[in-house]
């Protein structure tokens, strides 16, 4: 549950802040190339499975958990009064990466990991508050 509250608040505030800062085609001016063809990979695979509700309707939701902390930090203009540095951001997004993929496949966590998912879960809180 702490993972879900990560992940959906970083898309969340990718997603509104660049809305805000760029505008309504912030996915096309934002968001690089290779992203966007992966995103759209993706959801022409879910269009041809119509006996699936699809994941999500926007793209944010298809691309990987780790391209959110390229794409804050090749926008760092519109995230920069929100982080320390872009490295404090690559470095609990790649960390919780590892967890993530360990989620999504259906394997267990130590302790130590959740407890980790934990604390960064609150660091992102009080910093993008």
Aim: with cysteine; net charge positive.
């Amino acid at each position: 549950m702490a993972f879900y509250c990560f992940e959906n608040s970083a898309r969340d505030l990718i997603k509104e802040r660049l809305k805000e800062r760029v505008g309504t085609e912030w996915w096309k001016k934002s968001v690089a190339s290779k992203i966007r063809e992966k995103v759209k990979t993706r959801k022409n695979k879910d269009s041809k499975n119509k006996w699936h509700a699809p994941r999500a309707l926007d793209e944010i939701s298809y691309m990987d958990f780790g391209d959110m902390a390229d794409i804050i930090c090749s926008q760092w203009e519109h995230f920069q009064d929100l982080f320390p540095s872009q490295d404090w951001v690559r470095t609990r997004i790649g960390d919780l990466e590892q967890s993530r993929n360990a989620i999504a496949h259906n394997n267990v966590l130590s302790e130590r990991d959740i407890n980790r998912i934990k604390m960064y879960l609150d660091d992102w809180v009080k910093q993008v508050g």
